[in-house]
């Protein structure tokens, strides 16, 4: 069954450098997301990508953030430069398309900031 | 703005006992609504998902939920729990004219033996 997959599974990064979230969403979809969820607490929407251009943002997802479909099949999360609250659980997820299908989500990526 | 409340943080349920996960949504348009499974360390997986027609959808493991439009509810069920039905569950609304999934808090459930 196709899933979605993300690398890597968890990472530990100082504060104040970047890390890059990787995840291949399933080969026919045409949306994107990313969602966090910092332990204890909801998930969380970041961003939805579709066409190679952001759809729609969160108020989380600033100016340290960014996205990129770098080569048609990867979907990468940029983080310029982490801090101690950027500690979470990011997820991957994509959908084939917009009406009446639902996100499939990846496994997840832990990041820990030090 | 759309918005889940799942009213109970933790549940803890007997095997074989039936399970009821409650989940409130607010939101303007006819909602998508979904539930998730997320077991410790893993990722989130789907359990069953409503988007219109008949509002009692069935699931995977056994379990189902019903859509009442006029008490805004998306309850899960189950008749029966395992072990393995232990995790956390998430309920998440979106819509047709929306990108984004808004998640509830999660329910914790234990299965005692």
Same mark, same amino acid.
């Given at each position: 069954? $196709?899933?979605?997959?993300?690398? $890597?599974?968890?990472?530990?990064?100082?504060?104040?450098?970047?890390?890059?979230?990787?995840?291949? $969403? !399933?080969?026919?979809? @045409?949306?994107?997301?990313?969602?966090?969820? !910092?332990?204890?607490?909801?998930?969380?929407?970041?961003? /939805?990508?579709?066409?190679?251009?952001?759809?729609?943002?969160?108020? !989380?997802?600033?100016?340290?953030?960014?996205?990129?479909?770098?080569?048609?099949?990867?979907?990468? @999360?940029? !983080?310029?430069?982490?801090? @101690?609250?950027? /500690?979470?659980?990011?997820?991957?997820?994509?959908?084939?398309? %917009?009406?009446?299908?639902?996100?499939? %989500?990846?496994?997840?990526?832990?990041?820990?900031?030090? | 703005?759309?918005?889940?409340?799942?009213?109970?943080?933790?549940?803890?349920?007997?095997?074989?006992?039936?399970?009821?996960?409650?989940?409130?949504? *607010?939101?303007?348009?006819?909602?998508?609504?979904?539930?998730?499974?997320?077991?410790?360390?893993?990722?989130?997986?789907?359990?069953?998902?409503?988007?219109?027609?008949?509002?009692?959808?069935?699931?995977?493991?056994?379990?189902?939920?019903?859509?009442?439009?006029?008490? *805004?509810?998306?309850?899960?069920?189950?008749? *029966?729990?395992?072990? *393995?039905?232990?995790?956390?569950?998430?309920?998440?609304?979106?819509?047709?004219?929306?990108?984004?999934?808004?998640?509830?808090?999660?329910?914790?459930?234990?299965?005692?033996?």
């Amino acid at each position: 069954e $196709p899933e979605v997959t993300q690398t $890597p599974s968890h990472q530990v990064t100082q504060m104040g450098q970047e890390v890059i979230l990787r995840c291949v $969403p !399933i080969s026919n979809h @045409l949306y994107f997301y990313w969602y966090r969820q !910092i332990l204890g607490q909801k998930v969380e929407f970041l961003v /939805s990508f579709y066409n190679n251009e952001i759809s729609e943002k969160s108020e !989380i997802f600033d100016d340290q953030f960014s996205v990129e479909r770098p080569d048609g099949s990867n979907f990468t @999360l940029k !983080i310029r430069s982490t801090k @101690l609250e950027d /500690s979470a659980m990011y997820f991957c997820a994509s959908r084939v398309e %917009f009406m009446n299908t639902e996100a499939f %989500f990846g496994q997840g990526t832990r990041l820990t900031v030090v | 703005a759309q918005s889940v409340t799942q009213p109970d943080i933790h549940i803890t349920v007997s095997e074989g006992a039936s399970l009821e996960l409650r989940c409130n949504y *607010s939101y303007g348009a006819t909602p998508y609504l979904f539930w998730y499974v997320q077991s410790p360390g893993q990722g989130l997986q789907l359990l069953l998902k409503y988007f219109s027609g008949d509002t009692l959808v069935q699931g995977i493991k056994g379990f189902e939920a019903e859509f009442k439009r006029s008490q *805004s509810s998306f309850n899960l069920r189950k008749p *029966s729990v395992h072990w *393995s039905d232990a995790a956390e569950y998430f309920c998440a609304v979106g819509s047709s004219n929306d990108y984004k999934l808004s998640f509830g808090a999660g329910t914790t459930v234990t299965v005692r033996a």
